[in-house]
């Protein structure tokens, strides 16, 4: 609590704290707001002033500077006027010098022209004489022209000679072969051509004939080539069709592709070629390799000459995805060996499925026994506790069973009961 005293009355008062808190409050925000307009007041001032003193200074500098601008308008002026008398006196000094230069170059182009006139004259002349020795070349060239198209038609006439000599011997040697002997004679000749460059070429390949019919037909030749860890690079069955000229039934290379393509796949090989010299009028298979997939898959048409192009193509070819092939038959082997052991685990679990099947039928057989056996001995049980009450209850009965009892109501019985007894005393007497 604090002690407040009024300045009117001069009596003290009490306040507590929060209420002392309010008093000080309002008189300092009082103080506050009362400074604040003195100040307020004192800038105001200070600011008219200032607002003065700048535009007395503004107005006394705008009156020097309009006094100094007419001076320099007037300065310019002057220069201008100079200017433009320097100004026509340089343009007519350069119109002066210009008609001089025209002059100049007017004389010397003039003698340029002679000059050049001459220089033409000259160079047409040169040009003459150049044309007279290229016309004088030209006659020697076209003489010798002729001299080398004379000795060439000569040197062709005499080759051609030779050929068609050559082709009337092979012609009469066709003539003389039998058409196996002339399906040898190919053979024989793709043979030679892959076994001459075999060492160099394709030191790891096989190429031989293909003697196994066991499937009823075989083809010519099988290529296969593998690389050092085992992988098959590629394999081609070929077979080489030859025709005499003068053979009445002419083939076709089309009659010969089925039965190709079965022979592939029957000797397992990926490729198929057929080395042919039927229908040699043919523009399509005189071309090249031809592609017959169309018709039957990895099957080509050759003459003897791409032999060993289609060879080399093919292997190099599958030389280009041995990396996949060896991927693919690691893969292949991983799978493998996954699926046994994936047949092994389901062998394991259809085992052990079967034993535990047998055995929980085994449980649920001995259980059910054990509960049929539980409940026979339930019934014994019962039964022998019937037994037990039957056989306490004829004991009580035969335990309270008395002469007495048993001659109650049977005169008979008792008389002879009491016979007896009597018979007993004079026994004893």
Known sequence: MQDIICPKCKKAFKVDETGYAEILKQVRDSDFKQQLR?????????????????????????????AEKDAVIKELKAKLDSLDTEQKLAVNEAVAKKNTKIQELTAKIDTSVVEQMLAITQAVSSVEKERDNLANKLEAKDTEQKLVESNLRETHSKELQSKDELIAYYKDFK???????????????????????????????????????????????????????????VSIMFEMKNEGDETATKKKNEDFLKEL????????????????????DSELYNTGIVDVSHRYPKVYVVRPQFF???????????????????????????????????????????????????????????????????????????????SASNLRLANDKAEDLTIKKLTHGNPTMKQMFSELENDGDSDSE
């Not at 003195?38 to 309009?66: M, Q, Y």
């Not at 399906?183 to 043979?191: A, D, I, K, Q, V």
């Not at 022979?263 to 040699?280: F, P, Q, T």
């Not at 034993?355 to 409940?375: P, Q």
């Open 261 to 280: 393509d079965k022979d592939r796949n029957e000797k397992g090989c990926e490729y198929a070629v057929l080395v042919s010299l039927l229908e040699s």
């Open 175 to 233: 003539a003389k072969l039998s058409t196996k002997m002339m399906g040898e004679t190919l053979e024989l000749h793709c043979e030679t051509e892959f076994n001459r460059i075999r060492a160099s070429a394709f030191p790891t390949a096989y190429f031989e004939k293909d003697n196994n019919a066991s499937t009823g037909s075989k083809g010519d030749y099988i290529f296969k080539e593998s690389d050092d860890a085992g992988t098959e690079i």
């Open 38 to 66: 003195e100040r307020l007041e004192i800038a105001d001032n200070e600011k008219a002033t200032a607002v003065e003193l700048v535009t007395s200074k503004a107005e006394s500098e705008i009156k020097i500077t309009s």
């Open 308 to 386: 060993i192009p289609i060879v080399t193509l093919l292997r190099n070819s599958a030389l280009n995805s041995l990396k996949y092939k060896t991927e693919l038959a690691l893969v292949k082997a991983q799978n493998i060996d996954i699926t046994n052991f994936e047949d092994q685990l389901s062998d394991f679990k259809s085992t052990f499925g079967r034993n535990w099947r047998l055995a929980s039928e085994g449980f649920e057989e001995a259980i059910k026994r054990i509960d049929e056996a539980i409940k026979d001995l339930e019934k014994t049980k019962q039964a022998l506790h019937k």
